[in-house]
């Protein structure tokens, strides 16, 4: 599958340094069963379309992460449990953590007990080897709820629900996410002026 070209709107978007351009996409969709369900080379082929949207799009860093766990699968810890891809210059992390609470408590875990606790130290910890959090995560999903997967990220990142189904994720999905962020105002957890 070709990546489709991200829109004027956003490509304007990605050129210009202030606080509305995207470096880390969180794309959040599907279960752990729909994941184990993909081959190898449907995974090789989902993450070289949206690794290359987004590195075409000056996206640094590509997350994704399931929806909710769903059925235990055998052997699906082993298989994707953690893999980073390098496309184009865009990384992409493939993260089967699909519990929001389990993955803070593991970062809290993994702090050294030499590190101060603040917000920076936690975001660095969840977020790695990425060096932001993300600016913009994509939930495959109905917007009437929020997936279980997502705790620490809903307090700056602007959030754009696609009624797509993870099977149905490709590049013009994530162009329409694009699209959609280029003409918000990024608040950062601040109040509209308005």
């Known amino acids: 599958m070709v990546a489709s070209p991200p829109s004027a709107s956003y490509r304007a978007l990605a050129h210009h340094s202030d606080n509305a351009v995207l470096r880390h996409l969180l794309v959040v969709g599907g279960t752990l069963t729909e994941w184990a369900d993909l081959s190898d080379d449907a995974w090789l082929e989902l993450i ?3 690794g290359v949207l987004c590195s075409e799009s000056a996206v640094r860093w590509l997350t994704l ?3 909710e766990v769903g059925e235990t699968v055998p052997g699906v810890g082993n298989e994707v449990a953690r893999r980073e ?3 184009a ?3 992409v992390i493939v993260d089967a953590s699909a ?4 993955r803070f408590a593991d970062a809290m875990a993994r702090l050294d007990s030499n590190t101060e606790v603040n917000e920076a130290a936690v975001a660095a910890m969840l977020y790695e080897p990425a060096d932001s959090e993300p600016d913009l995560v994509v939930i495959l999903g109905p917007s009437t709820q929020l997936p279980p997967s997502l705790v620490w990220e809903l307090a700056y990142a602007e959030l754009a629900f696609m009624p797509v189904a993870w099977a149905d994720l490709h590049s013009d999905v994530i162009a329409a996410a694009f699209d959609e962020f280029a003409v918000r105002r990024r608040r950062f ?3 509209d002026d308005e």
Not at 99 to 102: A, L, V
């Open 48 to 50: 070289d379309d949206l």
């Open 99 to 102: 519990d929001g609470r389990q």
């Open 189 to 191: 957890g601040g109040l």
């Open 85 to 87: 891809i390098q496309v």
């Open 65 to 67: 992460r399931p929806y």
């Open 89 to 91: 210059g865009c990384q």
